[in-house]
């Protein structure tokens, strides 16, 4: 995630403050508090709302489409909770007079929060099932408008036309436009790269798909992903995936695509060779750095899935020496082992590692450290896998000397929860960690 839009989201939200602080003057400044309280929480989900239509541009400002899941996420709690603040802290002020609406517009206000809680507490309890979700999601633009017309017609102590009131129209109108765009306008206009299915593949518990371009075809980087609609068939809803495969010239691209839900489960049962379908993207920054510095890649189960990528792509590009641990359950059944031990003949630098958990074998941050002859200093980490095994892993290998910054990981989740516990385990590895450095100087000899 980009400190860039970190930033400019903060300097948004707290913008409105030097406009809200002369009211002070004459104004109720716990109810005044409330009102910057609901200002801020319009232009978080005016932001949010934009952020969720995947525009050019928004990777550069504010990190990979992945990241800015996870930041929409956040966005959506810290809104909730200032529009409930909002709620609970009295906003009424003396000696203001409203306009005809603003009696439907305290309703309306009311309606807006209630709905947007529910939807927003259906968004971080992942065992609603997905296309649920995701339909009850797209209500929330509903909801948002309501909170704007509540905005426009409330009683309050500036107008609408005044600079701070324009300005925070500004944002429930980007939230407004991006909803409909994405709701109503987005799906009439062509999007993405045609292609058609060349070849279907399953390979245990994946479905590999081949595809070929109608026209031009997709540009894409070892270990970005893209979205997915079959077109024509009941598989139309786009779905994102890893490319399995390294650029081609003809822009031919693969999928690897894991049976996890009812969507893929169905995509298993139903693609066909010769079917046609749209591919839109490519997004994510999950891709191998230029330079001699030694590499170490991790792939569990279908995380092996990018590694593909990258190591097809050493056969045309100089790197680092790389160390690919494939991380499996049973030795008898690897997707692409054979694929991955012909590249790794074919390059001198790359060495392919299986570690087979049915035979007892774990990947252990000591493991990689011995495998590196014990200096991580230099090393980049990728890796790709469960989210447990990549907190272990990371938390192990920064101890032993691993720069925080060289751990590369993608947040590959369309949903997750709000992470409370996450956070507690986060704060207890950071005093962990110092204790640790603490630790480390004091037992260093003095030169």
């Known amino acids: ?142 909801f948002f408008a309501l909170a704007a017309f509540h905005f426009f017609f409330i009683e309050k102590p500036f107008s609408v036309a005044d600079p701070l009131g324009l300005y925070i129209s500004a944002f429930c109108l980007l939230g407004i436009i991006s909803y409909l765009w994405m709701s109503l306008f987005r799906p009439m206009v062509p999007r993405g790269h045609g292609y058609k299915i060349s070849a279907v593949r399953h390979l245990g518990g994946l479905t590999e798909i081949e595809l070929k371009p109608k026209g031009r075809g997709l540009k894409h980087k070892p270990g970005q992903f893209a979205f997915l609609s079959i077109n024509g068939s009941g598989l139309s809803e786009e779905h994102p995936f890893t490319l399995s495969g390294a650029p081609h010239e003809d822009r031919s691209l693969r999928f690897s695509i894991k049976d996890l839900g009812n969507y893929t489960r169905r995509l298993r049962r139903e693609v066909e060779t010769g079917m046609e379908a749209t591919v839109t993207g490519p997004f994510g920054h999950f891709s191998m750095p230029f330079g001699r510095d030694p590499q170490i890649w991790i792939g569990a189960g279908v995380g092996i899935t990018p590694f593909i990528a990258f190591a097809e792509s050493l056969k045309s590009r100089e790197t680092g020496p790389v160390k690919l641990y494939y991380c499996v359950r049973e030795r008898d059944d690897i997707p692409y ?111």
Not at 21 to 47: C, E, K
Not at 389 to 405: D, E, T
């Open 1 to 142: 995630m980009r400190i860039s839009g970190l930033v400019l989201i903060a300097l948004a939200c707290l913008l409105p403050i030097i406009w809200f602080v002369p009211l002070a003057a004459t104004r109720d400044p716990v109810a005044l508090f409330s009102q910057y309280l609901g200002s801020s929480a319009l232009v978080l989900m005016g932001i949010n709302q934009f952020i969720a239509t995947r525009m050019p541009g928004l990777e550069t400002v504010f990190g990979s489409l992945d990241r800015i899941y996870v930041l929409h996420k956040w966005l959506g709690v810290i809104a909730m909770v200032a529009m409930g603040l909002h709620d609970i802290v009295d906003a009424e002020m003396n000696g203001l007079r409203g306009g005809p609406l603003a009696g439907i517009a305290e309703d309306i206000g009311e309606i807006s929060l209630y709905g947007l809680l529910v939807l927003a507490l259906a968004s971080v309890i992942t065992f609603i099932p997905y296309h649920l979700w995701k339909w009850s999601h797209r209500l929330i633009g509903i």
């Open 337 to 447: 082992v054979v694929e991955l031990e012909k590249i790794a003949e074919e390059v001198s630098g790359l060495e392919l590692i299986i570690v087979n958990s049915a035979e007892g074998v774990r990947l252990t941050p000591d493991r990689v450290a011995t495998d590196l002859g014990g200096d991580l200093s230099q090393a980049h980490v990728f890796f790709c896998g469960p989210v447990a095994m990549r907190k272990a892993l990371r938390r192990g290998l920064v101890l032993k000397g691993l720069r925080a910054s060289r751990f590369h990981f993608e947040e590959f989740q369309m949903r997750t929860g709000i992470g409370l516990s996450t956070l507690a385990e986060w704060l207890w590895d950071r005093g962990i960690y110092a204790i640790e450095k603490r630790r480390a100087a004091r037992t260093q000899p003095a030169e």
